[in-house]
């Protein structure tokens, strides 16, 4: 693929900060999936690059705004690559998920999205993950997360307070009520993993 911004495409800085440390992690928890759907895909540009890293795996990029699906499509006719689907608009509060036929994920994916959007949000992200991924299924967030209540870093503070001034359904999600409303859907917390920039992954395993 190549890193240029494609005609109509929108571009996020911040992913290319932190899609080879993401990366690492996908790579150790996703090996022996076939199909992934990213949750809250934005500008879209991150599907190609995991896609191309991770060839056997389809990749399903998908978000609940129109701007940022189109972009995503954009992205996915620059690179080429026949194992990203074409982008979903898809509202992860809405079941069932309308998803495309024949496709059936055993991975969900999320960067950067729970703390911009409700808690709504990620109620309905991992229903979802219980409704529809296999025993074994795995779920990868991605993101700042306070932990026992306290923010890990002064600056997660101040990006919290910006988040709540912008729209106060928004903010930094405490890690133990996400593990909790995973458990209450049928997943386990498998593992945190500490990411550059005081940001954490957060994988979840679907149980038997």
């Known amino acids: 693929m190549t890193e240029a911004v494609p005609a109509g495409a929108l571009h996020a800085p911040h992913s290319l900060r932190n899609r080879e440390p993401i990366l690492a992690v996908l790579k150790r928890f996703l090996a022996g999936a076939h199909a992934v759907i990213e949750i809250g895909c934005g500008p879209g540009e991150q599907a190609p690059f995991f896609a191309a890293a991770l060839p056997h795996l389809d990749w399903l990029p ?15 006719e620059a690179s080429g690559l026949t194992n990203v689907l074409a982008p979903l608009c898809l509202d992860v509060t809405r079941h069932p998920w309308a998803l495309p036929a024949g496709f059936s994920p055993d991975a969900i994916v999320s960067i950067n ?12 992200l991992f229903a979802g993950a219980g409704r529809i991924l296999p025993a074994g299924g795995t779920v990868f967030l991605y993101g700042p997360f306070k932990v026992e209540g306290m923010h890990t870093a002064p600056s997660n503070a101040v990006f919290d307070q910006n988040l709540r001034a912008r729209d106060p359904a928004w903010g930094i999600r405490d890690i133990e ?13 498998r593992e945190t993993v500490a990411m550059p920039a005081n940001n954490h992954g957060v994988v979840f395993v679907k149980e038997s």
């Not at 009520?177 to 917390?189: F, K, T, Y």
């Open 113 to 124: 999205m729970l703390h911009i959007a409700p808690f709504a949000a990620s109620e309905g």
């Open 62 to 76: 998908a978000d609940i705004d129109a701007a940022a699906v189109a972009s995503a499509a954009k992205w996915r």
């Open 177 to 189: 009520a996400i593990i909790a409303l995973a458990r209450s859907n049928g997943l386990v917390h």
